[in-house]
C-alpha cells in the first residue's frame, strides 16, 4: 500500500475528507503500509448497547443476529452498527507489523485492540459460524488493520481470554473516573454509579475506592443485582431506581446521600434515556460521566439547560494513558472483581 497516514485515512473508501471512524466504509486490503499492523482475528467483543439493541430488535433470534452483524461488517468493512454508532473491540494474533510501526508490537503476540471497532478495517472470513448469536463476545478468523496511532495491549498470560477481553473493553471507565475523582478533595466527594453491578459499573465502584472517595452509592436496577453487587464490597451504600425514570433516581440517590445529591454520578447503563436522571441526581457543581454509548448527548446538553443544572458533563472516550494496566490493577486488586465479570462473561458468552 503507497499511501500512509497516521490515522487512518488511507483506509477511508467514502465518504472522502473524513476520518475511519465516520466512515461509511473502509478498505480492508491485507497489504499493510508501513506504520500499520495486521491481526489474525479471533474474537469480537461487540460493546453492550450494540448488542442490546441488536438483541431487541431481531427479538433474541440469534441466526438473525448474526446474519446482521455479518451484514454490516461486509458493507462497511468494520462493525459499526448504524443504529447506536458503536462497535466493541477485538482480540487476535499479531501477524504482521510494518516497519514505520510505533505501536511496539511483534509477530506472534496475543493482543487486544484497545480502539473501537467502529474505526478498525475488519473482514471475516468464516461467516461468524462458530457464534451462536446470543452473546456480546464473538468467535470470528479474519483479519484487522491497526494504524499508528491505534491502541492495543498484550493479553495477560493470567487471565483467561474471554475475561481479559471483557475487562480491556471497559477499561477507559475506571481511569476516568479516577481522574476525575482525584481532582476534586476525594475525602469530601461522593460517587453514584448507575447501572453499577455491571462490567463498567463495577470497575468505576473500584476506581473511586481506589482514589479515597467519600461515599461509594451504586445503583442497580433490582434485587438480584443489589445482592450481586453487595456480594462485592464494592459500594458503601446500593440503592435500587430504574435509571430511565428522572424523578424516581434522584429520589433514590438523594435519599441514600442524606438529602443531596451526588458529587460525581457515572452513568454506565447500556440503555438510552438515562441522561436527565444522571443530572437530577447530581448536585450543583458536581459532574455527571457518561460511559455509554446508549446516551444522546443532545439530550443531556438541553435536558441539563432544561433544568437549569449547573454540571459539568464528560464524554467518557474510553482513553486514559495506561488505562488498562490500571484496570488489570483493580481486578488484581478485588478478586470479586474477577467474580463478577466471569459470571458476566458465562452469562452472555
Not at 435536558?303 to 484496570?327: K, S
Request: contains cysteine.
Amino acid at each position: 500500500m503507497s499511501t500512509d497516514s497516521p490515522v487512518g485515512s488511507h483506509r477511508v473508501v467514502s465518504p472522502t475528507g473524513v476520518l475511519p471512524q465516520a466512515a461509511d466504509k473502509l478498505d480492508t486490503n491485507p497489504q499493510i503500509a508501513d506504520s500499520e499492523a495486521r491481526v489474525s482475528v479471533e474474537r469480537l467483543n461487540l460493546d453492550a448497547a450494540s448488542y442490546r439493541q441488536l438483541h431487541a430488535a431481531h427479538g433474541g433470534d440469534g441466526a438473525a443476529i448474526r446474519a446482521e452483524v455479518l451484514g454490516i461488517i461486509e458493507r462497511r468493512g468494520k462493525m459499526h452498527n448504524p443504529a447506536t454508532g458503536s462497535g466493541g473491540m477485538l482480540i487476535g494474533t499479531v501477524d504482521e507489523v510494518g516497519p514505520r510501526s510505533p505501536l511496539g508490537l511483534k509477530p506472534g503476540q496475543k493482543i487486544a485492540t484497545l480502539v473501537s471497532l467502529t474505526l478498525t478495517p475488519l473482514a471475516i472470513t468464516d461467516g461468524l459460524a462458530r457464534w451462536n448469536g446470543l452473546g456480546e463476545q464473538v468467535p470470528a478468523s479474519g483479519h484487522a488493520i491497526l494504524f499508528a496511532r491505534s491502541i492495543a495491549a498484550v493479553l495477560p498470560e493470567h487471565l483467561p481470554e474471554a475475561l481479559a477481553l471483557a475487562v480491556f473493553d471497559v477499561c477507559g471507565a475506571p481511569a476516568l473516573v479516577r481522574r476525575v475523582v482525584a481532582r476534586r478533595a476525594p475525602s469530601q466527594t461522593t460517587v453514584a454509579v448507575l447501572g453499577a453491578a455491571g462490567k463498567s459499573g463495577s470497575l468505576s465502584l473500584a476506581a473511586a475506592r481506589d482514589a479515597r472517595a467519600a461515599t461509594t452509592l451504586g445503583i442497580v436496577r433490582d434485587e438480584a443485582e443489589a445482592a450481586r453487587l453487595e456480594q462485592t464490597g464494592l459500594a458503601a451504600r446500593i440503592a435500587v431506581a430504574d435509571a430511565t425514570d428522572p424523578i424516581a433516581l434522584s429520589g433514590a440517590v438523594t435519599d441514600a446521600l442524606g438529602g443531596r445529591g451526588a458529587d460525581v454520578t457515572v452513568v454506565c447503563v447500556d440503555v438510552p434515556g438515562c441522561e436527565h436522571g444522571a443530572i437530577l441526581s447530581t448536585t450543583t457543581g458536581g459532574t455527571v460521566v457518561f460511559f455509554s454509548m446508549a446516551t444522546s448527548f443532545p439530550s443531556a446538553a438541553l435536558g441539563a439547560e432544561g433544568l437549569a443544572a449547573d454540571v459539568e458533563m464528560l464524554i467518557g472516550n474510553g482513553y486514559v494513558p495506561g488505562h488498562a494496566d490500571y484496570a488489570l490493577q483493580l481486578v488484581a486488586a478485588h478478586p470479586e472483581l474477577e467474580n463478577l465479570f466471569a459470571e458476566r462473561t458465562e452469562a452472555r458468552a
